[in-house]
């Protein structure tokens, strides 16, 4: 808790540090701030791996990874914890797995300090030598027990898995077998005295002992001894492939590791069982230890210009184009082959999986997946086969999507993007006729709630339209789309703030609008608006009446981009500038559909052979909302979307 004396006792060192070194800090700039300067003393980092056993592939992927990673944290040394290869084999394939693990470990950039664990010394099969591997490990690694100083800190290495005096068995759930031989008990004493005068002394060593049951009670000897010398400052362990802490006692802090390529299910990564290692720092009476997820640590000189630039233009970019949409039977089922196609516009190589996507056990997708690597400036041509098994249209029914995984690959780093999983554009068959003459409305959330139109769909022709729909705003925002097209083209209705706009995009001119007061709206209120382009003006008309009106003519400038109801529209076809609130009687015209100053408003709209899309808000089926047009494109709607009566 940091409390007014805390303060206090900060401001004064504060000022005391920069007086008291003057010569390390220059400004020509007058503050009344005396800035704290860091301690000059002996500071130093070092780094502890834990386990690597876990099956030699995986196993020394995350090792590989992991020695990256503190190369660029660069620590002055490297420990380990124990179990450096898989081990319980004999001679020849021991040999290859040391080779391995010291093949990884030498491109670290600073000095490493093995540990011994049974993974290591303990021997399987026939012609078991009596030390098993002891003598190769040392041979290899170095000895099973030593220590060595380190800016005035010693670093001492225990053996844990020595045999059974009696029996000479290697077992590490025996209390018997888990007992310090009286030869390195010896060693340890002598090395203490060594060490009195150190900063800290730190203990490594394999199985955490300390835990008992299995381990025996042979630690409270050792732990005695160590108390008794004062300045053991920490012991470290590994083995059981978790992180815990043990707490402090008599001044001793007790730390197992998890793994760095070990046995790991990961399925608890914040109570400790994770790929981990430990970086410490060390002053005189202060350890700084964190715990750091392999993976977690990235070399900035490897994002370069060129990798930003990159993935900053795919970002924008990467599309996954669905060259055909599914068109159901009378059954809601079949197959369908999709071209699917992916482009590379970017300056670098991008690695790509693609599959099918669907919640709905009744869709099915071949192959499962395809990987592909696409070069720069190339394009991915390939196709999904998609089958559904026929089934009534029911509630449950989902639609499929394509998912699209990507990485940037550059020189040295891959970087992942954002997952793309578009969704296939399904034709339902006719829907079953509505058995309900309930009279309702579509909601909207203002998060992600809203009606997408394909723009093939939809097929306005230039000149005369009209589009009109009652709506009821929960609540205005800044910017705050509503039925729209837009993106320097075509036409949007807005409600900024609670200002009605209608805008069409006309060549040569770009937007015309036709604005309501400012704030003229108002929220939990049903209004109908009305957006009307005859051929010579935009127009706006609020519950019949005339608002705005622009003179104008020209040639509407058209997109492929879909229809979005419920929100604006933006250059990839996203719903952005959401809508919240109710909207009901949407309908799109080829036509002028007024032209007086004041109108009727019809309480229900009508489909003839000018309505393009007439959407009430009476049903929800499926994913369709029913298009009561004479063309029935029955768009699909996307989020939370749900039908209320009114």
């Known amino acids: 808790m940091i409390t007014p004396l805390t303060l206090l006792a900060f401001s004064l060192q504060q000022s005391e540090h920069a007086h008291l070194h003057p010569d390390r800090f220059t400004t020509d700039r007058d503050s009344p701030v005396e800035l704290r300067l860091p301690l000059e003393d002996d500071a130093f980092s070092f780094a502890i791996f834990g386990d690597r056993t876990g099956g030699p592939t995986k196993g020394v992927e995350v090792l590989a990874d992991a020695v990256k990673e503190v190369n660029v944290l660069g620590p002055d040394l490297v420990m380990t914890v124990g179990d450096l290869i898989e081990g319980y084999n004999q001679t020849e394939e021991w040999a290859k797995q040391a080779d391995e693990f010291l093949g990884i470990m030498s491109q670290l950039s600073m000095p490493w300090f093995p540990v011994a664990g049974n993974h290591d010394v303990y021997w399987r099969g026939p012609n078991r030598p009596e030390e098993e591997h002891e003598k190769r490990y040392e041979q290899t690694f170095g000895p099973l027990w030593y220590a060595f100083e380190h800016k005035d800190c ?3 290495v225990l053996y844990t898995d020595e045999p059974n005096p009696k029996t000479g068995e290697r077992n590490f759930r025996k209390p018997e077998s888990q007992r310090m031989s009286p030869e390195q008990f010896a060693w340890l004493e002598q090395t203490l005295r060594k060490t009195s005068e150190a900063r ?6 394999h199985h955490p002992r300390w835990f008992g049951g299995q381990y025996g009670d042979d630690w409270e000897r050792v732990h005695r001894l160590l108390a008794a010398q004062g300045n053991v400052s920490a012991v470290f362990a590994g083995h059981i492939h978790q992180m815990k802490y043990a707490g402090k006692r008599d001044g001793i802090e007790y730390f197992t590791l998890a793994t760095v390529g070990g046995h790991q299910s990961g399925i608890l990564p914040e109570a400790g069982v994770l790929h981990q290692y430990h970086l410490i720092t060390v002053r005189d009476e202060q350890l700084s230890i964190a715990s750091i997820p392999v993976g977690s640590v990235d070399d900035p000189r490897l994002v370069t210009v060129e990798l930003v630039d990159a993935c900053r233009n795919l970002s924008n970019k990467l599309r996954v184009e669905i060259d055909g949409e599914i068109q159901l039977d009378e059954h809601w089922g079949g197959s369908f082959d999709l071209p699917i196609i992916v482009r590379n516009p970017s300056a670098m190589p991008l690695e790509v999986v693609l599959s099918g996507n669907c919640s709905d056990p009744r869709w099915s997708f071949s192959p499962d ?8 400036g190339e394009t991915l041509r390939t196709s999904l086969r998609v089958h559904r098994f026929g089934e009534p249209l029911d509630r449950a029914l989902r639609l499929p999507a394509v998912r699209l995984q990507a990485d940037v690959i550059g020189e040295q780093l891959r970087i992942p993007l954002p997952e793309r999983s578009p969704q296939i554009r399904v034709q339902a068959p006719a829907l079953p006729s509505l058995k309900t003459t309930a009279n309702g409305y579509f909601q909207f959330d203002g998060i992600d709630d809203h009606i997408e139109v394909p723009s093939k769909s939809l097929d306005l022709p230039q000149g005369a339209f009209t589009v009109e729909f009652r709506m009821r705003a929960d609540r205005f925002t800044q910017r705050q789309g509503v039925v729209n097209k837009t993106e320097n083209s075509e036409w949007g209705f807005f409600l900024n703030e609670g200002t009605p706009a209608f805008m069409v ?6 937007y015309v609008e036709a604005a309501g007061p400012p704030k003229s709206l108002q929220p ?7 957006g009307v382009y005859d051929g010579n003006s935009v127009r706006l008309y609020i519950d019949g009446k005339l608002i705005s009106s622009v003179t104008t003519s020209g040639t509407r400038r058209v997109n492929d981009l879909p229809l979005i109801i419920g929100a604006d529209v933006d250059g990839q076809g996203r ?5 919240a609130g109710s909207i009901d009687e949407l309908r799109i015209s080829q036509v002028g559909r007024y032209t007086e100053e004041i109108f009727v408003v019809p309480d229900r709209h009508n489909a003839d052979t000018d309505t393009l899309l007439l959407l009430k808000g009476d049903d929800l089926l499926g994913p369709w909302a029913r298009d009561y047009s004479l063309r029935e494109r029955h768009p699909q709607h996307f989020g939370g979307l749900h039908q209320t009566s009114h």
């Open 575 to 579: 719903g952005t500038s959401w809508f």
């Open 505 to 510: 995009y006309f060549e040569g001119h770009g």
């Open 369 to 376: 997946h395809q990987h592909a690597t696409i070069e720069v």
């Open 200 to 205: 800290h002394v730190f203990i490594f060593m």
């Open 524 to 530: 939990n209120r049903w209004y109908h608006l009305a």
């Open 154 to 156: 010693w670093f001492i």
